[in-house]
Structures are given as C-alpha cells and as structure tokens.
C-alpha cells in the first residue's frame, strides 16, 4: 500500500521535476530534493508505522547507541584533521615540505612515519591530513607512511597502552616498533608497485592561489573536506555497529585455542570492530584469552586498516586505491607483528 | 550538495553536538566525561562554520554580492549555479569538484538522532554479551572499613573475593549499584549485578557483573543497589571463589548520570 502510494508521488514528481527542463542542473537538484523528500518520507513512515516496535529492540537500540558513539567519538577528531588539512592547503607553501623531507622518496618514506609522532589523535584524522599532503607536493609514498603510522605512534595512544598492558612495557614498544615498520614497508612497497592512476586526483586542494582570499580557502576546504569524510564516517560507523553487535562473545572463545588462526583472528577482529585507536589498548587488555602476539596484531592492525578507514579512504583517495592499499597493508601489518611479537613479547 | 544545504547540514550538525554535550548530559551514553569540552569545541566550531557559510551564500544572492555569472531565480532556493565553481575551480575539469557529494547527507542520520530520538546508553543486552572486563591484579589489600554495609565497586568486590589473601570481605555485609542483567536461560539461579565501563566509546563496552542469589530478579535494565554477603563456594581470595552475593534486600536506585563507569553505590537517605 505504503509502497505503491510513494511510487506513484515519485512519478508525479519526476514529472513536474522534468517540466522546466531547461537547464540541467535545474532538474538534477530538483532530483537530488526530491530524492531527499523521498528518502524522509520512507524513513518517517518506517520510524512511525513498522518501526517504532523494531527500533526499540533491545538488538537494535544496541546498534544506534553504538553507531552514534563511534560518530560523536570520531567527530572531533576528524575536525581536527579536516581543518589541519585545510590549513596545510590554504596557508603552507609547497616548498616548506621539500625542505622538511628527504628528496630521495625512499628516506623521505621512514621519516614521514617518524614524524607521525606529532598528530595526536586517532585515525580519522590523519586521511584528510594524508591527502592534503599529497596535493601540497609531499611524495604518496611518503604521505601514505604518515597516514599509517600517525594513529598508531603518537604519545595519546602510546600512554594509552601503556595504561592498558601495566607491567609490560614490551607491549608499548612492540605495537610503535611494529606499527613504524608496518608504515615503512608500505611506503616503499608503494613506491615499488603503487600506481597514480589508482589514486583520484585531489583536485580540491590546489593550494593558495594569488588573487583569493587565504581564510577563504582555508574555510572552503575545511567544510568541503569534513562534509565528504563525515559521510563516509557514517557509513563506517555502521557497518562498525553492525559487526560490534552481530558477533557473540562465543566465536571469540572459539579461535582463542590455536596461535597462529588467533592472530588472524584478531587482525580480522579489529577491522571489523573499528575501535579507535586510542581505545583499542583496553579492548586487546580484555581479550586475555588470546596470545600476546594476537593481542599484538589487534593493536598494529587497528589503527591502519578498518571498515571505517576503509570508508573513509574510499571516499578520499578513490575505491581502486582503498581496496588494494587496505589488502596489503593488513598483510604487512599482520607479519610485521608477528615478527616483531616474536621477538619482543 | 548545494552551498545553502551545507550551511544547514553544518548548522545542524553543531546544533547535535552543543545538544549533546553543553544543555544535555546525552553524550554520556555514548562517549566519556572527559570527551565533553571536545565535543563543546566541535559544535561551536561547525556553528561558526555554518553561520559563515550561510551569510556567504545569503550575500551572493543580493545584487550587490552577485559575480556575474549568476542566474538567479524569483524562487529563494532555486538560485544560481554552484558556487564552488567560482572560487574553486576555474581549471576545468569538466564536473563539479566542489560539490559535496550526496554521501554528506548521511550524516543527517546522527545529528537527527542526537537531536530528536536519542537511543539510551547501552544495557542488559550488551552486558550478556560483550566481554568481560579484565580486573586487574592487586597485590596489597589494606584494612576494609568498618561502615556496614560497606559500599564497594563492583571491581573491588571481584578484587577481594578473587584476589584478598586476607579473606577481609568474608562474613562483611557489602553495598553494591548496578542494573539488573538475566542469566541466559539454562544458567542455573539468581541475575547479575551489571556495571557496563567504556575506555573510549560505547563500541570498546565491557562489562563488571556480580550474581546474585536469593532475591527475585527485578526486570531488566533496572538499577538497584543491592546489601547482601559474599555467596560461599570454591576458595575465598582465589579464582575458585565465586564473584556472587546472598541478597539481603534489593533496592530499586536511580540511574546514575554518568553510567560508564563502577562508581560507588550513593548514599541510600533511609
């Protein structure tokens, strides 16, 4: 009934939207309102007529609460990065990044990891930070080494495991020794095999242009950037909930037995769950039943790869380039902890 | 996304915050204490964001903030091209770079939650399911207090049952808050006794729990402070010893503001 009622408004509206076509983009915003009108009706009718019994499930009201906590939680945070990113556009020269870095990509790589130390937040920062670095000149290869050691490395998460593992400083060094080594070796396996094509071009950030208003650049970009990534943060945030309420505590028993499927267990575990990484130290501290390494390997992989960064990435750097670079650096982190973990833990 | 809808989508989105954070204690079912002045910063911040982007765009559209190009219509929103072109891309790529895309629209779904249907903090049911909180070892125990009942934290109580050499908890009439969690069916007696504690956010939820027998179970999700002692079994001070209480009384308590975390239960006014 609902339904055939929407279509046939859709219809008529499709009409009267295609009457003044004179002029495209007229009728492709009439679409998008309409599309927008539409989208609310069926929401409404969902919230007011079947959904109001089903939104209150106890499964479901689980789902909300943490889809919004992982949005509210990253929100600053991706602030932050979207007005550094912004910031570094509109008011830092392209050459203050040649001089900061090596000229040969292959030492800038390990020194942009380093210099990860200095942003203090989680990982929805650093991909628009990323990005505007690449705009501004700074090597991929460099840029992508900063964007994965960033939310792994900085003091904030460092003291967070700190407070976490109390009595195994082991922990601490091995989840930065681990986490810079990871970001190295995709910096230079970028440089090795990454394509520019896979990459969108970032032709948002062009940088200050003589003639424009610096404030003005600086607030374009920040709200260009913070409107696309909040986005795709919404759509990490819920495919987060969705595994953080579908999978049972019961599966994670299941794996804890075997070393080596319980390292891949957990790897796999911190994409799906997408725990920030200044949290994630609690959460590997309460999974005691799993090996140091495993434990290891939640930490290193987290902050790198997660269906939220994922997202995010998609939407920043195109969906070619988040599919294989998420791939490999699962891969990479994944062995360089175990490695590392080997040794150290 | 056109240039007055980000300027509304920004407004709202500050609105959600402030909401949340400053008039509200709604961000505390989400997100620590100590989050608040952040979350306060990020919605004045996309206010001041929005309120500049709609007075850019309310002065492009009077005559005298219009640059030319501009074919504005009699029907207020229905004005102009996109204006991200004009200071944004004069280079030519073809399409229209300073569009937002469509996908920013989703992020209508948390400022409206936020702003009209807030869900609550999270209850019994992730309690039965997410993992439990680690305790950590402690190795001096000092002297307990001689108030009775003797309020402590469900941590403390896991600590002295489990932990306590000195077996001090053993024959004390304790004080403990929480809210009611059911045992799964076929789990033999009694309910827990739930405190659900975040690090970060609601998604890193564990959870503190403590049975308890010889009362009825109040429904779920309710708070109560229950009085009772330490429920005998295994070896007391060890992990054999079993983390339950024999409910004296159980008494319905006010659900704490800030639920994240093993607070002391208050001081009942009887």
């Known amino acids: 009934m609902q339904e055939t009622h929407e279509r046939v408004e859709e219809a008529g509206a499709e009409a009267v939207a295609a009457a003044p076509a004179d002029d495209a983009p007229g009728r492709e915003r009439a679409r998008s309102w309409l599309l927008v009108a539409l989208a609310a009706v069926v929401l409404l009718d969902l919230a007011l007529f079947v959904g109001r019994g089903w939104l209150e499930e106890p499964a479901v009201r689980a789902w909300r609460t943490v889809c919004l906590a992982v949005t509210v939680q990253a929100m600053p945070f991706l602030l932050l990065g979207t007005a550094l990113s912004g910031a570094i556009n509109a008011f830092v020269p392209t050459r203050v990044f040649q001089r900061l870095l090596p000229r040969r990509a292959v030492l800038a790589v390990p020194v942009a990891g380093v210099a990860g130390v200095v942003l203090p937040g989680c990982e929805c920062a650093s991909v628009p930070v990323a990005n505007s670095l690449i705009a501004r000149g700074v090597t991929p290869a460099a840029a992508f080494a900063f964007l994965l050691s960033a939310p792994a490395v900085n003091p904030v998460v460092l003291t967070a495991t700190a407070v976490a593992f109390p009595g195994s400083p082991a922990m601490v060094a091995a989840r930065l020794l681990a986490s810079l080594a990871t970001a190295a070796v995709m910096g230079w396996l970028w440089l090795w095999l990454g394509r520019p094509q896979w990459l969108r071009p970032a032709v948002r950030h062009t940088g200050h242009r003589p003639g424009h208003s610096r404030l003005r650049e600086f607030r374009d970009g920040f709200q260009h950037d913070f409107l696309h990534a909040g986005g795709f943060l919404v759509v990490g945030a819920m495919a987060a909930a969705t595994f953080n309420v579908a999978v049972p505590q019961s599966v994670l028993e299941t794996f804890s037995g075997s070393p080596w499927l319980s390292v891949l267990f957990l790897a796999a575990l911190a994409v799906v769950l997408a725990v920030c990484s200044e949290a994630d130290a609690f959460v590997a501290a309460s999974l005691s039943g799993f090996s140091p390494v495993a434990r290891l390997a939640f930490l290193v992989v987290g902050p790198m790869v997660d269906v939220k960064l994922i997202a995010l990435q998609a939407g920043t750097f195109g969906r070619a380039f988040a599919v294989r670079f998420s791939a490999a650096t699962a891969v990479v982190a994944v062995v360089c902890s175990v490695l590392i973990g080997g040794v150290l833990l | ?270």
């Not at chain 2, 709604?26 to 911040?45: F, H, I, Q, T």
């Not at chain 2, 229905?78 to 073809?94: N, Q, S, T």
């Not at chain 2, 002692?229 to 209480?245: I, N, Q």
Request: hydrophobic share 40%.
């Open chain 2, 1 to 270: 996304m056109r240039r007055p809808a980000q300027a509304i989508l920004l407004l709202l989105a500050g609105l959600g915050l402030l909401h949340a954070s400053l008039w509200t204690d709604l961000c505390l079912r989400y997100v620590k204490e100590g989050m608040r002045p952040l979350l306060v910063a990020s919605g004045a911040l996309l206010l001041l964001l929005g309120a500049a982007e709609a007075w850019s765009s309310f002065r492009r559209r009077t005559p005298e903030g219009r640059d030319g190009q501009d074919h504005g219509d009699e029907h207020g929103h229905e004005h102009g091209h996109d204006h991200g072109h004009e200071h944004g891309h004069d280079h030519g790529h073809g399409h229209d770079h300073a569009g937002v895309p469509r996908v920013a629209w989703l992020l209508l779904l948390p400022v409206l939650s936020l702003l009209l249907y807030a869900p609550p903090a999270l209850g019994s049911y992730t309690a039965s399911r997410a993992a439990p909180e680690t305790v950590s070892r402690q190795e001096h125990f000092d002297p307990l207090p001689s108030t009775s009942p003797l309020p402590l934290t469900l941590t403390d109580f896991t600590r002295r049952v489990q932990q306590d050499r000195g077996q001090a908890i053993r024959g004390r009439t304790v004080r403990m808050t929480g809210f009611v969690t059911p045992v799964r069916r076929g789990g033999g007696a009694g309910w827990y006794l739930t405190r659900i504690v975040i690090s970060c956010c609601a998604a890193d939820a564990r959870s503190v729990r403590v049975r308890v027998y010889g009362a009825a179970a109040p429904p779920a999700d309710t708070w109560v402070t229950v009085t009772g002692t330490w429920h005998p079994g295994g070896r007391l001070g060890t992990s054999s010893a079993p983390v339950a209480v024999d409910a004296h009384s159980v008494v319905k308590a006010p659900r704490p503001v800030n639920a994240y975390t093993d607070a002391l239960p208050l001081p009942t006014t009887r």
